[in-house]
């Protein structure tokens, strides 16, 4: 697809830094991975230990019990942590649209297209969808997808698999209509009625869908790993007790 897009807008301009800035300071569940993470080893290490304390008597069989358990059950560890991290992500992807919103605001003032719906009677509602549309696809998505990899590398991909299929379904299937109107001084506003799931139309059943996709993979491997994990671990507890 072309980057320039209806409007005669080329959205590559707008591809700047500021705009990867401004979503890279927006995410948080890049940062919380490490916590995710760094909690379940926690808990996992103290459940071990105590189970270590009370059932195995001697001292040098118990350490090396719990060393053994502790590296079969990191994948565990890793996939349960990485589900739970899922769960925390839908608040940045209403960022995300916060920000195409705001960006989108900018792209249609600046391209002069406030003067040009005026003198062809284009409604502003339908010509500020169509620059939302195309800064979501041509300015946010390759930003996104760049902040992504640069943050969090290998977890990247399931990820922008999830936002390219938000994107898809809800932003180039399925344009918004958004409610938009012209201050004193022809700013873009928002209507007071525009609220974010409006913009954001089928937003939540999509991004439902979609994690629930990008999850499952994860879920089937905890679920399959996970009995393996179990059976070595009861193994080994057989062998030391």
Same mark, same amino acid.
């Given at each position: ?91 940045? %992807? &209403?960022?995300? /649209? !916060?920000? =195409?919103?705001?960006? #989108?605001?900018? @792209?249609? *003032? ?52 999830? %936002? &390219?299929?938000? /994107? !898809?379904? =809800?932003?180039?299937? #399925?344009?918004? @209509?958004? *409610? ?62």
């Amino acid at each position: 697809m072309d980057s320039t897009y209806n409007n005669h807008i080329d959205y590559s301009k707008y591809q700047v830094d500021e705009v990867t800035e401004t979503i890279s300071d927006a995410l948080f569940f890049p940062v919380y991975i490490g916590r995710v993470l760094v909690l379940n080893l926690v808990v996992f290490w103290i459940l071990l230990s105590l189970f270590c304390i009370f059932f195995i008597d001697n001292t040098f069989l118990s350490f090396l019990y719990w060393f053994l358990a502790f590296i079969i059950s990191i994948p565990s560890i890793i996939l349960f942590s990485i589900v739970r991290l899922f769960s925390t992500i839908k608040s940045d %992807i &209403d960022k995300v /649209f !916060k920000i =195409t919103l705001e960006t #989108s605001k900018h @792209v249609y *003032e600046d391209a002069g297209l406030i003067k040009q719906q005026r003198e062809e009677s284009v409604p502003l509602k339908t010509t500020f969808s169509d620059v939302f549309k195309g800064v979501a696809i041509y300015v946010i998505r390759p930003s996104l997808k760049k902040v992504l990899q640069k943050r969090i590398k290998f977890f990247a991909w399931p990820l922008t698999f999830l %936002i &390219d299929l938000i /994107f !898809k379904k =809800t932003v180039i299937k #399925s344009p918004p @209509v958004i *409610e938009v109107d012209l201050d004193s001084e022809d700013h873009i506003i928002l209507k007071e009625n525009t609220k974010l799931d409006k913009i954001n139309k089928g937003g939540t059943k999509t991004t439902s869908v979609a994690f629930t996709v990008v999850k499952f993979p994860f879920r089937l491997a905890l679920i399959i790993y996970g009995l393996v994990n179990f059976t070595l671990n009861y193994l080994l507890y057989l062998l030391f007790r």
